[in-house]
């Protein structure tokens, strides 16, 4: 069963690399293609992770896509909660460590009285003997889990120097135990009370009074989502994304103070950035080297090519190091140019690109990479 669910997630997982590259080369609506992939790579997960490749297609899909042009802290709240981010950043195993001590308590009572000795058939031994059933083993929780207290600071909303301090990441990490999977396993987010640290809590400056429940969670969400260093961190990126690797101050700040103005309206946020006269400048112009997924889609639409077979253009992506999907660590792939120029690199794109001159075959696909 293990090993059908995996194959069963690869497979989706195939499929939705092959829908983003369509709708990349494809889609008349270019900017939110390039956002939902910004987002995505904001809030990264990593299909390779355990069962993490069969949640990534729910969570591009109700979790990110729809919030590209919303509120911030809307897309926070369900990325927060998507059983990829729980299961990516083990989020679902975290528990107030009393509470996990109680639970592991109770279920290894629940095993003993279940698991007592055979029972004794008329046959003697053999096959006459049966065992009773086990009870079904349920998920190891060892107590606090700090990850995506951590990485939720840290990459998604404050930034690295973004003013919290690890007693703050413990705090939030308390805040969000019991942001669990239904049934410990992939029926979507569940609250359980019983995993929760009621104490009270201090978050940058903020009391999250005790006895509270879920709604802990939530005003951790609503706390770092309106703090002034996440609309910092949030601009920067956007404008190392769209206009230069070394994002021009004032530029950030005009993205900054409408982040902060709107609520974290990304509508208006991103408006502010593609309408900026920085934005069009000329020192800013041709400065973005391409990432290798722009590069090779770019390079499919300047050519026309028709694409009946995306699993090509998927190993190319895997050569240049992109793959869809599949960036280990929660910081997402760069998009900076140190990463990807280099002597190896540049050969390859080479390579690719020789393959998508117009003297090889008009449609993309078919049995060798030459088919370019």
Known sequence: ?????????????????SQKITRAVYSERQLEEVLVDFWFNHFNVFAGK??????????EREAVRPRVWGSFRELLGATAKSPAMLFYLDNWLSADPKAAEQLQNANNRRR???GGPLRQGSGGQGAGNAVPPQPQQGPRRNGLNENYARELMELHTLGVDGGYTQQDIIEVARALTGWTLANGQDDGFRFMPGLHDR??????GHTI????GIEDGEKVLDIVAAHPSTAQHIAMKLVRRFVNDEPPAALVSKVAATFTKTRGDLRETVRTLVTAPEFYAADHRGAKVKTPLVFVVSAVRA???EVRDN???????????MAPYQCQPPTGYDDTADTWVSAGALVTRMNIA?????????????PDFQRY
Do not use: C, D, H, W
């Open 1 to 17: 069963m293990q090993r059908r669910v995996r194959q069963f997630g690869r497979q989706q997982l195939q499929a939705l690399a």
């Open 50 to 59: 355990g069962r993490t490749s069969g949640f990534i297609p729910e969570y």
């Open 112 to 114: 003993a009285r279940l």
């Open 199 to 204: 104490g009270e809590k201090k978050v940058l």
């Open 209 to 212: 009074r005790a006895g509270g």
């Open 303 to 305: 050519t026309g090519r």
């Open 311 to 321: 699993r090509q253009i998927l190993n190319a992506l895997q050569q240049l190091g």
């Open 354 to 366: 020789q393959q998508l001159t117009p003297q090889r075959a008009a449609i993309i696909g078919g």
